[in-house]
């Protein structure tokens, strides 16, 4: 018997879970609270113990440990480029997979209160960028400035127009800045080059935020780099999305993981525009896409979900789901998950409020996530232009999270993610198969997809349960 130990650092829990390779079978999972505060490794230290003791593991058979981590909520990143639009597209493209989430754009020429901004956001990751190469070089130059005057202390990546990146890095360096510097993020007007950034940013994760959030004596544990986890959600999904050689995968999938510090939707599909005739406009869509929604998580976040949703759709929503239950007000329950990020619900009816909140939750993200289709009129007619990604032809989406796992109604969660014919110009899938992560496996296939493939892809999908949802169980009619 071979077994692999996966860990995960969550914002909230450590879980760790055991598989037998050769088995392809899970021999158990255990999970505590995650001590980011303290000593990182002790949270893994008391998961893994508790495993030993529930599953009588073999500890001498452990061959190998992979570890992922989002703790403390992952990478912060502050993006400043010529056009706030593009600067927006383009950082949160650069942090697909490098467990980052941008909090903040900016465009054009900054000034000094958009320097304060930025220095009390206390960012993990400066993203500086502007300019074609060739193109405009004054704006992103301005920019450097600023920043070298300014407080900014956490690491700068540079991404911008290749003609000043030498100066910016000069500039940069000599005001004492931390400063790294890679291809442009936007070389031409229509092209985008997201792999270089990327590979920094994860360079980063590694040198700077691990080290800085306690981690040194963990990777000590592992016999691989900690994977931020959104890196290992997403080998997760391309690897059951398009399977191995040896091992077919269930086609295009749209996965939506919702957390306490974010909820993220990943997609693995091609690109395709709404119908044979409609125009496509801004920026190329990639293939394998992820957001990360950082004001949706739905314990730190709860608050900004109850004031999006609002109270009347949260009460509707979990009443709809158990009209027998009590009720519970989600002004008191969202003020009490502010307060306590680890609360864990202790009645129906607070069961319930979690779930309204995550389906909110995931309604949001995936619109976001989601393109949009608008009607203009031309000389010839109405003209469909479509923004983003085309995910109505998905044929599976996946929930997972702790809420998919312990939550009530994970079906009514999931629903949210589906097209709604209230609100038709969201591209969101239409009539995909449905499954659950019920056994939180989702972030573990992706560690050990890392040097295993085909196993890891058959041990998910034997754990995966299929379920009936559509998007009525989430609007209600």
Not at 277 to 287: F, K, Q
Not at 394 to 401: D, F, H, I, P, S
Request: glycine letters at 10%.
């Amino acid at each position: 018997m071979r077994i692999y130990l996966l860990a995960d650092f969550g914002s909230t829990y450590t879980k760790v879970t055991a598989v037998d390779l050769d088995g392809e079978a899970v021999l158990g999972r255990a999970q505590a609270p995650t001590t980011v505060g303290t000593d990182i490794s002790l949270g893994f230290e008391q998961a893994r113990a508790q495993l030993v003791r529930e599953t009588g593991l073999d500890e001498a058979a452990v061959c190998g440990r992979f570890a992922s981590s989002s703790a403390a909520g992952g990478l912060k990143i502050a993006a400043i480029g010529l056009v706030p639009d593009l600067t927006q597209s383009a950082a949160r493209r650069a942090a697909l997979g490098a467990g980052a989430k941008v909090i903040g754009t900016y465009g054009y020429e900054i000034d000094e209160a958009i320097v304060r901004e930025i220095e009390e956001k206390d960012c993990d990751i400066v993203l500086l960028c502007g300019g074609t190469d060739g193109g405009n070089k004054n704006v992103i130059l301005h920019n450097a400035g600023m920043l070298a005057r300014s407080r900014v202390a956490c690491p700068i990546l540079v991404c911008g127009n290749r003609v000043v990146s030498e100066r910016i890095r000069e500039t940069l360096e000599q005001a004492g800045k931390k400063t790294y510097v890679t291809k442009n993020l936007l070389p031409t007007v229509t092209e985008m080059d997201i792999e270089p950034a990327q590979s920094t940013i994860r360079e980063i994760f590694i040198e700077h935020i691990i080290h800085a959030k306690g981690f040194d004596k963990a990777k000590g544990l592992f016999d691989r780099p900690i994977l931020p986890t959104p890196k290992a959600s997403l080998l997760a999904a391309e690897l059951l999305a398009d399977g191995t050689q040896n091992e077919p995968g269930i086609g295009s999938l749209l996965v939506a993981e919702v957390g306490g510090a974010t909820t993220n939707i990943h997609s693995v599909t091609g690109i395709v525009p709404f119908t044979w005739d409609t125009v496509v406009r801004g920026l190329p869509e990639t293939r394998v896409s992820r957001t990360v929604e950082g004001d949706l998580g739905i314990r730190y976040n709860a608050r900004t979900i109850f004031e999006l949703a609002g109270a009347e759709r949260l009460s509707a929503l979990s009443r709809a789901m158990d009209p027998a239950a009590e009720a519970c007000d989600p002004d008191a329950y969202t003020r009490r998950l502010a307060g306590d990020v680890s609360y864990v619900p202790q009645n129906r009816a607070e069961s319930l409020m979690d779930a309204a909140l995550a389906a909110c939750a995931v309604d949001i993200a995936t619109e976001r996530h989601a393109g949009t289709l608008k009607t203009e009129f031309s000389a010839v007619g109405e003209v469909h232009i479509q923004y983003g990604k085309n995910l109505c032809p998905v044929q599976n989406v996946l929930g997972t999270g702790g809420i998919f796992k312990y939550g009530v109604r994970p079906e009514t969660v999931l629903a949210a993610a589906l097209f709604s014919e209230k609100a038709p110009w969201s591209l969101k899938p239409r009539a995909p198969r449905a499954y659950l992560d019920a056994d939180y496996l989702f972030y573990a296939a992706g560690l050990l997809s890392q040097e295993h493939p085909d196993a890891a892809l058959r041990i998910l999908k034997k754990h995966l349960i299929a379920m009936e949802t559509e998007r009525k169980m989430y609007d209600g009619n």
